[in-house]
Each structure stands twice: as structure tokens, then as C-alpha cells.
């Protein structure tokens, strides 16, 4: 056995070290071969950064926003709570039916509705226009 360490970075890690890109040099000498100075250096032969009078900014690497993801599976993480809690709710559907009763599951396409004082129903997720608990709906009654 060998005393090899598997060393694994952390995401933190990995975003705190800068990326460092290297900056083009300058070419010091001509295409003909002459010897160039240095171009608004220092004494000691470094550039100053200034050209024309200006301070020349260095070149920074702009990062592009990756564009948010497609879906955030909110709408799944609530049809897992509705189903864990068997909360009663509301199904309306896109020619104004509301279907009244507790989800017991869903896929990608179409929920699954219990009801206490009708059949049970698979309905398309295509076919509803929104949702919400019935017991919001009675609250607005009562007002």
C-alpha cells in the first residue's frame, strides 16, 4: 500500500482562487531587428502603464452570467408537499371547472385527484389553469 493522500477540493476553494490570465508581452524588437526601449518605461526599463498621458486599465476577465436554469422544480416540491399533507385543494380548469380533492401523485404530464364524494380522476396538466388549498376558498367565503 502507498502512502499516496487523494487531495479533493471544495467549491469554496475553487471559486476563491483567482484566475490569473497572462498578459501579451510586448515585443522588444522591430522586424527588422533594431533594438527598441522601452515604451514609457522606467528607469529600470519596466512600463509605466501610461500611454499618451493616460493610465491604461489592465485588462480584466469579464465573466458571462450563465443564463438561469430552465426549470427550478418549484412546481414539483409544492405538488410533494400538497401530497404529504393531504391538503384539500382546488383544481380549476381551463373552461372554469373546479374539481375539488387531494393530490395523490403526479408524473410529468398529469396529476392524480382523490375525491371523497365523487370518483377519483387523472387530470392533464394541460388542461388546468390554476390551483389552490380550499381552504383559502373558504376563507373568502366567509368574509
Not at 501579451?24 to 522606467?42: A, I, L, Y
Not at 529600470?44 to 499618451?52: A, C, P, Q, T
Not at 388542461?127 to 381552504?135: C, I, L, R
Request: glycine residues 8%; aromatic residues 4%; charged residues 35%.
Amino acid at each position: 500500500m502507498s502512502n499516496r493522500k487523494l487531495i479533493r477540493t471544495t467549491l469554496a476553494e475553487v471559486k476563491g482562487k483567482e484566475r490569473i490570465v497572462p498578459q501579451p508581452r510586448e515585443r522588444e524588437r522591430s522586424n527588422n531587428g533594431s533594438h527598441r526601449g522601452p515604451v514609457g518605461g522606467d528607469r529600470d526599463g519596466r512600463e509605466s502603464g501610461r500611454e499618451n498621458g493616460r493610465v491604461q486599465q489592465s485588462p480584466v476577465q469579464v465573466r458571462k452570467r450563465t443564463p438561469p436554469p430552465m426549470e427550478t422544480n418549484a412546481e414539483l416540491f409544492y405538488y410533494k408537499k400538497q401530497i404529504d399533507a393531504h391538503t384539500p385543494m382546488v383544481i380549476v380548469l381551463l373552461d372554469g371547472e373546479e374539481i375539488e380533492g387531494t393530490i395523490e401523485w403526479y408524473d410529468r404530464g398529469a396529476l392524480k385527484v382523490n375525491r371523497k364524494s365523487a370518483p377519483n380522476l387523472l387530470l392533464l396538466k394541460r388542461n388546468v389553469k390554476y390551483m389552490f388549498k380550499a381552504e383559502d376558498r373558504v376563507a373568502e367565503t366567509a368574509e
